[in-house]
């Protein structure tokens, strides 16, 4: 029998940057900027800003709503009738907390109010620039602004997915994205032109 593995974050990073449709090359299944992967992309990707976005960040985990979808089937003459499950993905979402930054003119506070309802590219390292960690693309909404007197106000926000993202799992020593890399096409080599004919 062996001891549970205990994973803890000590050092994380959080990395923002809006979606940019017009960039070169753009497709719709970019989870970064770039097209970069899980194992490719690094914070130096996003919006210069997320070096000090990261540090107000008390609380960062990718949640999961399973889909409950059921299909009824009339009864018949000779059975009654069922409901079937007919899950799809389920949707993930993206939950922050942070400490607020209301007086930073450059925060996270004002980067999420400003982006408010945009599609942002969005990369979480949970063990500094190592694995485990994770990027895809969110729906940007505003963190809260304000609060009680006197205290010192940590916020909390969701952002939902926008199509699943992209998990590395793992160490520095071995890991494994899922879901995996695409596999890159290379076009067949031409075939060599006949020699004195």
Same mark, same amino acid.
């Given at each position: 029998?062996?001891? @549970?593995?205990?994973?803890? /974050?000590?050092?994380?990073?959080?990395?923002?940057?809006?979606?940019?449709?017009?960039?070169?090359?753009?497709?719709?299944?970019?989870?970064?900027?770039?097209?970069?992967?899980? $194992?490719?992309?690094?914070?130096?990707?996003? $919006?210069?800003? =997320? %070096?000090?976005?990261?540090?107000?960040?008390?609380?960062?985990? /990718?949640?999961?709503?399973?889909?409950? =979808?059921?299909?009824?089937?009339?009864?018949?003459?000779?059975?009654?009738?069922?409901?079937? @499950?007919?899950?799809?993905?389920?949707?993930?979402?993206?939950?922050?907390? %942070?400490?607020?930054?209301?007086?930073?003119?450059?925060?996270?506070?004002?980067?999420?109010?400003?982006?408010?309802?945009?599609?942002?590219?969005?990369?979480?390292?949970?063990?500094?620039?190592?694995?485990?960690?994770?990027?895809?693309?969110?729906?940007?909404?505003?963190?809260?602004?304000?609060?009680?007197?006197?205290?010192?106000?940590?916020?909390?926000?969701?952002?939902?997915?926008?199509?699943?993202?992209?998990?590395?799992?793992?160490?520095?020593?071995?890991?494994?994205?899922?879901?995996?890399?695409?596999?890159?096409?290379?076009?067949?080599?031409?075939? @060599?032109?006949?020699?004195?004919?």
């Amino acid at each position: 029998m062996s001891d @549970p593995i205990i994973f803890k /974050i000590f050092q994380g990073q959080l990395g923002l940057e809006v979606v940019d449709r017009a960039e070169v090359g753009f497709t719709e299944s970019w989870r970064a900027p770039g097209g970069k992967t899980v $194992d490719t992309v690094t914070l130096a990707d996003y $919006d210069t800003g =997320s %070096a000090t976005f990261m540090c107000q960040v008390t609380r960062a985990q /990718i949640t999961s709503s399973p889909d409950t =979808s059921t299909e009824d089937v009339a009864p018949t003459m000779c059975a009654p009738g069922k409901t079937v @499950p007919t899950p799809g993905e389920s949707q993930f979402a993206l939950e922050i907390g %942070a400490l607020s930054d209301l007086n930073v003119a450059a925060g996270l506070q004002h980067f999420a109010f400003a982006h408010d309802a945009e599609e942002c590219y969005v990369y979480v390292g949970f063990n500094d620039t190592e694995p485990p960690r994770a990027i895809g693309r969110v729906m940007m909404a505003s963190l809260p602004i304000g609060g009680d007197m006197r205290v010192t106000m940590n916020d909390t926000v969701t952002w939902p997915f926008t199509g699943k993202p992209q998990i590395e799992f793992g160490d520095a020593t071995t890991s494994t994205p899922e879901p995996p890399n695409p596999i890159a096409l290379t076009a067949p080599a031409p075939e @060599p032109e006949p020699v004195g004919v």
